[in-house]
């Protein structure tokens, strides 16, 4: 079951990095979230304490984000407490919000720094998820910019849809 | 209503009442420990309480006193602190004062208890390791913050021009003495302010995503002893039931709202005392009838039962039922009424002097960054903080 739920929360965070990346050039909000971030900044999203609990770290890198090594020290990190915590979470069971505040994840870095990229998450979670689910995962889902539609586009070729100037 | 998961830590002893600060040697002895640091500031030691404290700690070696310790600690302070800590051969804290000593002395607790790392490789939220034991007690010197039974720290980084939060189980003082001497010559407007801080946490804990049975327990304590002689300790200031009664109440909202966490008044209060220098208490004061009417809709129930706690079983079954979450947002507007009469307590934002209109952008802009805001039962946008503002103004 574990073994499962990792393997679906390594597809998530891939996922979900292609969407902050798509949308930190699309969508204003996102851009200004990430923009608020000093250059070089850099963040890690551990989906369980677990060693080989899958992992996401990137950075912002000239105003786009950037894929970086798991080994390099970032400024925030969070971890999920479980690998079936974070499945909760990844899989829209569970919203940023409400893990915080049920403490399913430790943090290391300034929590104050930590508001802008929950916004982006949270920004991500209602594109990628339909309404009903975000309504359930947030107190006030964020309207889009632009139909869901192009970011899913956007997820399966990423290359294609910024020819487009979007 | 029990959240589906939910966590609660609270565990310090409390030392509550008079002759509280003469049983100092004994919880230190109960420790292994004879030779503290006591930190203070100077305001304190020229008040005469340093020199209290000293003798009510007959029989241990208080002569390690650092003082240098000012509003909004920062982490330069906490690094002197902690090499004033190693340098001394301490084996001990012993902290008296308000937020900033507390923080400060949180901070020097981390660093001592993880081997001298640097504070700041040590920031960050429920991440801290349990550490080599520190015996740290809390003597607090006014009753707002709650400081002695939180597991937060506040200290700022003066060169980043940042604050930074710590949060973590092990920083939270394993003894909080209360002693009725500590607060009885705090003057009626700071007794006023401090108290509605405390109220705040207390109602805030009480409303807010993360209550739990346990968190809701300790507000209510807290609302009931602040409620019931706040008036008393501003009009009274040496009636030592109704100081003790405020320290209490202080303490026991810090431990609530520590596991249940704050909401919308603490988030426009912090961006508030970041933009325009308002200070804390104050910005509770005036903020929390306005973000409980906004938070009305959502918190009808919560409110409505608050009535019981903030007015007493008299005025509870004397409203309607429907009336009920209204009128405990009147009885918070009426107190603070009372106390702007009282001693002058500012109970609009144009009275504190320190803000302008044109600054409500920038104050909105940043409660929207402060984490506090994901605690609020209701949905808080830039728009409703700026609404918000205009009416507090």
Redesign the interface.
């Known amino acids: 079951m574990k073994r499962m739920q990792s393997f679906i929360c390594r597809i998530v965070l891939a996922v979900l990095f292609r969407a902050l990346k798509f949308l930190n050039r699309k969508d204003t909000r996102m851009k200004a979230g990430f923009s608020a971030y000093e250059d070089g900044y850099s963040f890690r999203i551990r989906a369980g304490m677990e060693s080989g609990a899958p992992v996401l770290s990137f950075c912002v890198r000239n105003g786009q984000l950037e894929k970086q090594s798991h080994e390099v020290p970032v400024q925030l990190e969070i971890t999920m407490k479980s690998i079936p915590d974070a499945f909760l979470v990844l899989t829209g069971q569970l919203g940023i919000g409400a893990s915080y505040a049920g403490h399913r994840f430790f943090m290391r870095g300034n929590p104050n720094e930590a508001m802008g990229l929950v916004t982006c998450l949270e920004l991500a979670e209602a594109y990628l998820f339909p309404r009903f689910l975000s309504r359930r995962l947030m107190l006030d889902v964020p309207k889009k910019e632009f139909p869901a539609l192009l970011v899913y586009a956007g997820l399966i070729c990423p290359g294609g849809l910024s020819r487009t100037g979007r | 209503m029990i959240?589906?998961?939910?966590?609660f830590q609270n565990m310090g002893k409390v030392c509550s009442g008079k002759l509280a600060l003469e049983h100092i040697p004994y919880e230190l002895s109960m420790k292994h420990a004879s030779r503290p640091l006591i930190l203070t500031d100077h305001t304190l030691e020229k008040l005469g309480m340093l020199k209290l404290l000293q003798k009510a700690m007959d029989g241990v070696d208080t002569t390690h006193v650092f003082a240098d310790i000012y509003p909004d600690s920062s982490i330069d302070t906490v690094r002197q602190a902690a090499d004033f800590y190693t340098r001394c051969g301490c084996d001990s804290l012993v902290a008296m004062g308000g937020g900033s000593v507390l923080d400060t002395a949180k901070g020097v607790a981390m660093v001592i208890s993880q081997d001298g790392a640097d504070i700041y490789s040590l920031?960050?939220?429920?991440?801290l390791p349990q550490g080599k034991p520190v015996p740290f007690l809390a003597v607090p010197t006014t009753a707002g913050t709650g400081s002695e039974a939180t597991c937060v720290a506040v200290i700022a980084h003066p060169q980043k021009d940042?604050?930074?939060?710590f949060?973590s189980g092990h920083i939270q003082p394993q003894v909080s003495i209360l002693d009725p001497r500590m607060t009885q010559s705090l003057p009626p407007r700071i007794t006023a302010s401090t108290a509605m801080d405390a109220l705040c946490h207390a109602i805030e804990a009480f409303s807010c995503?993360?209550k739990n049975p346990l968190s809701d327990a300790y507000a209510i304590a807290a609302i009931r002893l602040i409620s019931s002689h706040l008036l008393t300790a501003v009009t009274h200031p040496k009636d030592m039931e109704a100081r003790m009664a405020m320290a209490n109440g202080s303490m026991i909202a810090g431990a609530a709202f520590s596991n249940s966490?704050v909401g919308g008044v603490h988030a426009i209060g912090h961006a508030l005392g970041g933009v325009c220098h308002i200070a804390h208490a104050d910005a509770m004061a005036i903020l929390l009838p306005h973000v409980m009417s906004y938070n009305l809709d959502v918190c009808t129930d919560t409110y409505s039962e608050l009535l019981l706690h903030l007015a007493g079983p008299g005025a509870y079954a004397a409203a309607n039922a429907h009336e009920r979450a209204q009128k405990s947002i009147e009885t918070i507007r009426s107190l603070n009424q009372t106390l702007h009469d009282t001693c002058d307590m500012p109970i609009t934002l144009a009275q504190t002097n320190r803000i302008t209109p044109d600054q409500f952008e920038a104050v909105a802009e940043k409660a929207?960054?402060?984490?506090a805001?994901?605690?609020?039962?209701?949905?808080l946008?830039k728009d409703f903080i700026i609404r918000l503002l205009k009416e507090a103004y």
């Open positions: 959240p589906e998961y939910y966590e920031i960050g939220c429920e991440e940042v604050k930074l939060e949060i995503r993360q966490m929207l960054k402060d984490g805001i994901l605690f609020n039962p209701k949905a946008g």
